[in-house]
């Protein structure tokens, strides 16, 4: 008995070891705010984004403009066949102009035709680092692109994260990236899909030195499931003492809501209670893909919504606007 469990523990770490780099590993850790810090979340009441002609438009990821004027925002269009990354600015984060697709699919390579969007977008030594869900629409992957102006890209030939190895939690899927970067390394908070039926999604976490080649937490995933259909789509910051997410949670109904936890090491979450749905008509069904800034009093959050409860596009998905105050 004790050497069918040596075989086994062998066959694994052979398994892990071919399949990519697994390491245990944190954030920079934190002190820790008041047990009692909270936030209150404020809805604009109306999208800040339409759909107008598109299915959807949802999963915002803003970064301000390297030149001190405004916002980038990088998110994603639905025309009903084919998900791409559009770019929009604004002075404000409120009147967005759209300045059309960026970044699609190229059917010729690794990304398949349904999705090149749904990404995190890092400016990072003068240029912006583009981190986004490629291929099969079954079996997505992290891909990465760079640009100098936000227009025109250059994609990395390759998958820069595939997905986990056989039995594991990320075997089926990876996806929905949100990435940050402390000290000198950038970590990756993704969405992995598992084998079972239907597949579970759970919140993992990876680490790399320069944004193409990742290590793996070895005891992911760091946000499990617990009761919920899945969860997905993180967005993480720092305030307060503490590292903070505010994620997605997917009902067993395709409605979906955003939920906060936080932690000091970016490893080790507490949920916490309180949920936030939307407050609105056109986001009474899904609220999701949220993307922060961090300001002083508050945090700003654009999030998608939609009124159809549908598990991945024609919500009606438009872009929203709130805010977190403490």
Known sequence: MKALRLASLVLANLVLAGCGRYAEFSLPPLSGGAA?????????????????GAS????????????GSGLLNLYSVFDG??????????ADGLAWQTQGVVLAPDSRTWESSYIAANGSVLLYGGRFWYWYQAGPRRAPRIGLARS?????????????????PYMSWDERAVADPYVLRIGSFFYLYYLGQDRADPPRQRIGLARSADGIHWTRLRSNPVLDLDGEAGLGEPAVWQSHGFYWML?????????????????????????????IHGSQAWDSQVICDA???VEPG???VWFGGGDRPSPDENLHGQ????????
């Open 81 to 90: 066949r084919t998900w791409r990354t559009a770019l929009a600015t604004s």
């Open 319 to 326: 872009i929203g606007y709130g805010t977190l105050r403490y």
């Open 56 to 67: 959807d438009v949802l999963n915002p990821s803003v970064v301000p403009s390297p030149a």
């Open 298 to 300: 508050e945090i700003r």
């Open 148 to 164: 100098a102006d936000a227009r025109a890209w250059r994609k990395e030939p390759d998958p820069v994260l595939n997905a986990g």
């Open 36 to 52: 009692t810090q909270a936030f209150t979340f404020e809805e604009h009441p109306t999208p800040v984004m339409f759909r107008g």
């Open 291 to 293: 993307a922060v800034l």
């Open 247 to 275: 994620y997605t949670v997917r009902n067993f109904d395709e409605t979906r809501y955003l939920q906060l936890a936080r932690s000091t090491d970016g490893v080790h979450w507490s949920k916490l209670p309180a949920a």
